[in-house]
Antibody, heavy 114, light 112 residues
Framework: ELQLVESGGGLVQPGGSLRLSCVAS????????TGWVRQAPGKGLEWVAI????????HYLDSVKGRFTISRDSAKNSLYLQMNSLRGDDTAVYYC???????WGQGTMVTVSS | DVVMTQSPLSLTVTLGQPASISCRSS???????????LHWFQQRPGQSPRRLIN???YRESGVPDRFSGSGSGPDFTLHISRVEAEDVGVYYC?????????FGQGTKVEIE
């Protein structure tokens, strides 16, 4: 059974950067969408960015365009989210999710605060 | 952007009784491949979300058969035939017909 494990969260000051990673437990050969979903404390779910697993297409939520970059490394079974110019409203648990949400990681907390 | 509107936002149910959650989309969720990209998720307290239903009515492997999905645009429904204690949590509908994929506000299910 495929599992996803995120890492890289933490406390960062406004304007700072973080890089989230998500490692899959097994290699898959289907070209699914995969991406990042965030959940602010006590709030609902929000897709932030998605990428086709061949890396050919990427989409971003308007509020993160120009600040966040999604990427993947198929050799490492890994997905990344580079987050720059972080703001307080980026504070959330960030989940890695595959195939329109069929598989989720456990989440990693990102806190943006001075 | 497609807006997903759930109702009710809170639901208190007696054990063993049925429950249903509604979701309305502001646009058609029918894709050019003929599938309707409406999904249902459960998020138990302190856990990651879990997809229960894919494309309106396809129950995921391991999901109890008391959960079912129905509907056609713009109205969709998640049915729980007999609520059990482990069903406590927040339920979300979500579309993935075009970007941005969006969730409904969530429906909190509690046991009476």
């Amino acid at each position: 059974e495929l599992q996803l494990v995120e890492s890289g969260g933490g406390l960062v000051q406004p304007g700072g950067s973080l890089r989230l990673s998500c490692v899959a437990s097994e290699i898959t050969f289907s070209n699914y969408w995969t991406g990042w979903v965030r959940q602010a404390p006590g709030k609902g779910l929000e897709w932030v960015a998605i990428i086709l697993e061949d890396g050919s297409v990427k989409h971003y939520l308007d509020s993160v365009k120009g600040r966040f970059t999604i990427s993947r490394d198929s050799a490492k079974n890994s997905l990344y989210l580079q987050m720059n110019s972080l703001r307080g409203d980026d504070t959330a648990v960030y989940y890695c999710a595959r195939d329109r949400g069929s598989v989720w990681g456990q989440g990693t907390m990102v806190t943006v605060s001075s | 952007d497609v807006v997903m509107t759930q109702s009710p936002l809170s639901l208190t149910v007696t054990l063993g009784q049925p429950a249903s959650i509604s979701c309305r989309s502001s646009q058609s969720l029918l894709f050019s491949d003929g599938d309707t990209y409406l999904h249902w998720f459960q998020q138990r307290p302190g856990q990651s979300p879990r997809r229960l239903i894919n494309k309106v009515s396809y129950r995921e492997s391991g999901v109890p058969d008391r959960f079912s999905g129905s509907g056609s645009g713009p109205d969709f429904t998640l049915h729980i035939s007999r609520v059990e204690a482990e069903d406590v949590g927040v339920y979300y509908c979500m579309h993935s017909v075009n970007w941005p994929w969006t969730f409904g506000q969530g429906t909190k299910v509690e046991i009476e």
